[in-house]
């Protein structure tokens, strides 16, 4: 009894913390979803098949049947060849209540557990993962919903392109986020044919303050063609040379993804 009541009271206390940081108005709903980006490190392949048998026929499953349908499964282009390989899962949720409530979800999901045994006994000297980082994002206000990507090629070759933009300061983070918004960076990605999947603040992370993107390109060339045409646009250069929106970027992070087979998007 003790335990289920700190689990609870937890999870209000993270909701009703997470209310203030949003500015949550609880008298009017959002539609602005929320993301849960959580990173699985692993070094070896033994790791990673347990990691994908467990998202393929564990983790997917059991979000499909509460209703998370568009889960994203996906693996750096560049896990041949580094040590710290990883594996990002991203889910899509409408509420701050469906992020604390899942774990009890999953929990009560017989068939989840079942598929899941490989993955949740591993001992302690052979675990299946070497490390979990979890970032919670919120959707921008001009792009509130996740996107899925209009791509046709294998998904072997896509490139998915997450960036990840950190700022000096609060107030030159919100500066830059207006930027997307109000300076509707995202309407000339979006005429660009950018395919972009989210656009999101990081409202729980370890790089704050930032912001998180992502797009997607049929393949490498694909990619590379684009991010030309958007550094020769004449609205780019317009926007990126107002003075109002200056140094409001101080470190970027670019990691390139593809969907495994059995990711949903």
């Not at 560049?78 to 899962?89: F, G, L, Q, S």
């Not at 919670?136 to 509130?144: I, K, R, T, V």
Request: glycine content about 4%; proline content about 5%.
């Amino acid at each position: 009894m003790k335990k289920n009541f700190l689990t609870a009271t937890s999870s209000i206390v993270l909701l009703f913390v997470l209310m203030l940081h949003t500015g949550w108005n609880t008298g009017k709903k959002s539609n602005r979803e929320f993301y849960q980006l959580t990173v699985y490190h692993f070094v070896n392949d033994a790791q990673e098949k347990i990691l994908d048998n467990y998202f393929q026929n564990a983790l997917l499953p059991s979000l499909h049947r509460i209703g998370i349908k568009q889960v994203g499964v996906l693996k750096s282009w560049a896990n041949d060849t580094t040590i710290n390989k990883v594996i990002y899962v991203f889910i899509p949720f409408k509420s701050l209540e469906m992020v604390t409530t899942l774990p009890e979800k999953l929990k009560g999901d017989a068939a989840y557990a079942t598929a899941a045994a490989d993955y949740a006994n591993a001992p302690y000297n052979s675990p299946s993962y070497s490390r979990m980082e979890t970032i919670l994002l919120q959707a921008f206000p001009l792009s509130p919903q996740m996107q899925l990507p209009t791509l046709h090629g294998a998904k072997k070759d896509r490139v998915y392109e997450l960036r990840s933009y950190e700022s000096a300061t609060e107030k030159k983070f919100e500066n830059k986020v207006d930027m997307f918004n109000q300076g509707d960076e995202i309407g000339l990605f979006k005429r660009l044919d950018f395919n972009a999947i989210f656009y999101s603040s990081v409202i729980v992370g370890s790089r704050m303050p930032n912001l998180m993107y992502m797009t997607s390109f049929e393949n490498k060339s694909d990619r590379d063609e684009h991010w030309k045409t958007f550094g020769n646009d004449p609205y780019w250069k317009k926007l990126s040379a107002m003075p109002e929106y200056q140094n409001n970027v101080s470190h970027i992070d670019i990691t390139f993804l593809h969907p495994t087979e059995y990711s949903d998007f």
